[in-house]
């Protein structure tokens, strides 16, 4: 089951009471104050791991709370500090804040670790009110609550090609062929209802190079104000270096223009926004073992009036994958030189938790 968003709430654990308690030993005359610190409530981490790809355990499991810290006791004894909850996420998913609308955090990379709430603070004992002149201190501090937050979550999958156009054109297909993804694959519209990841590898070693690629669900008219699946998937393909843009020049579609079938589908993408419209394009013409030659000689001529790659294959017969396939590959490195990932080799040090939200500024409530 593939689940792109989820909602849920987090409880960080409240931090436990200071204690009230003196020191009366045999043969100590002047035992003083004893009681201990409470223990720190348990915080909430959000970690991002390549072992997930949906947040369908956050869909049934909507409620998080960590361990709280216990009480403090007499002979100085602090409690015991709260265990530390951490919550896996798929690497793409982005955290807003669900009251605010907040971006808060976008885990592009794996293994990065936030804190999305801080446990509470523990209480003092009354061994640190005692002063000269206070010697017999009954204050003692009561531990602060742990931080209560509600978050939405949503995942964009990362890919390197992302496939479009128009329902049943050929993008299950063409996946099909050029990995071993195997996506659903029927003769109607709207058959993907979910996207598929495929990784596909070319050359040899130590030659080898190789690409993620995403099949989306089909797009229609209308799909960035709502229409069909499109403002469901629509931000998958953010993430995405390179768009595959299918047009069936067979008759089966049913439509007569396929000029008319790209201008629409890059209309819809450049209505959402996000930067769809600027990413680099390769126009491919499916299912040409069953062409219209007019059409296909139509698309061709705007693809090379518009400088744009341009491809015709058959995922049937297989004619045309081979040139296609390599040119991704190109078009793939090409706009990872564009846009590098930076990689410190500086040796790595202590993690600390980087915190979405500031510790509670409440003052510490003190009981008798």
Do not use: W
Request: proline letters at 6%.
């Amino acid at each position: 089951m593939f689940i792109d968003e989820a909602k849920i709430r987090v409880k960080a654990g409240d931090g436990g009471n200071g204690c009230m308690a003196f020191r009366r030993e045999k043969f100590v005359p002047r035992g003083g104050p004893s009681g201990g610190d409470g223990g720190h409530g348990g915080d909430i981490l959000m970690r991002s791991s390549e072992r997930h790809n949906t947040l369908v355990h956050f869909r049934f499991n909507p409620e998080y709370k960590s361990d709280r810290g216990t009480h403090g006791l007499g002979s100085n004894m602090s409690g015991r500090s709260g265990e530390h909850l951490v919550l896996n996420v798929p690497v793409g998913t982005v955290v807003y804040d669900d009251d605010t609308g907040e971006l808060l955090h976008d885990f592009e990379q794996p293994d990065e670790e936030v804190c999305i709430a801080r446990g509470g603070r523990g209480g003092r004992g009354n061994q640190h009110f005692a002063t000269s002149t206070h010697q017999a201190p009954r204050e003692h501090e009561l531990g602060r609550a742990g931080e209560e937050r509600h978050f939405r979550l949503e995942l964009k999958l990362l890919a390197d090609v992302g496939l479009v156009g128009y329902p049943n054109v050929g993008k299950s297909t063409l996946i099909s062929r050029l990995s071993a993804a195997r996506p659903k694959i029927a003769d109607y519209a709207f058959t993907t209802l979910e996207p598929n990841l495929g990784v596909v590898k070319i050359g040899d070693f130590p030659h080898e190079r190789s690409f993620v690629i995403a099949d989306m669900p089909g797009l229609i008219e209308g799909a960035s104000q709502g229409a069909g699946l499109g403002i469901q998937f629509l931000r998958h393909i953010e993430r995405t270096g390179v768009l595959v843009h299918l047009v069936d020049v067979s008759d089966g579609s049913g439509r007569e223009d396929p000029v008319a079938d790209f201008k629409s589908i890059a209309a819809e993408l450049a209505g959402f926004g996000h930067g769809l419209e600027d990413k680099p394009v390769l126009v491919v013409a499916t299912k040409i073992d069953a062409a219209n030659p007019d059409k296909l000689k139509k698309l061709q001529t705007y693809a090379k009036r518009r400088k744009l790659p341009f491809f015709a294959i058959s995922s049937v017969t297989g004619e045309g994958l081979e040139p296609l396939k390599y040119a991704i590959a190109d078009a793939v490195e090409q706009r990872r030189a564009e846009h590098p990932v930076i990689v410190s080799d500086a040796p790595a040090k202590p993690k600390k938790h980087k915190s979405l939200y500031s510790p509670p500024l409440a003052s510490a409530k003190r009981g008798v």
